[in-house]
Nanobody
């Protein structure tokens, strides 16, 4: 499967952005999709994930209440709506897909395909 992330950019603190991740290929068999991010000098961290079939969602504590992950099955696209952005949210955001039935949403290890990343910069 190929993943194409988009929607990043520069925004002031308190602002909003919506990231998109369009998937092509064998998405019909994906069990879930997630968003991770990596800030300069830091390790990649989990942001949010969604079950492709049930729509169940999972969030990192740092983004709960501010970010919302959703999916459009017809378009094979996952979205990440980011509100009340903070400078600490500055990072390259990556989308990923898992084909592993027993997947742990927050563990990068379980994701098989990754997008190229989109940069989000939040200014103070």
């Amino acid at each position: 499967v190929q993943l194409q992330a988009s929607g990043g950019g520069l925004v002031q603190a308190g602002g909003s952005l919506r990231l998109s991740c369009a998937a092509s290929g064998r998405t019909f068999s994906a069990y879930g999709m997630g968003w991770f991010r990596q800030a300069p000098g830091k390790e990649r961290e989990f942001v949010a994930a969604i079950s492709w079939s049930s729509g169940s969602t999972y969030y990192a504590d740092s983004v709960k209440g501010r970010f919302t992950i959703s999916r459009d099955n017809a378009k094979n696209t996952v979205y990440l709506q980011m509100n009340s952005l903070k400078p600490d949210d500055t990072a390259v955001y990556y989308c990923a897909a898992t084909f592993t039935r027993a997947w742990a949403p927050s563990r990068a290890y379980y994701y098989n395909s990754w997008g190229q990343g989109t940069l989000v910069t939040v200014s103070s």
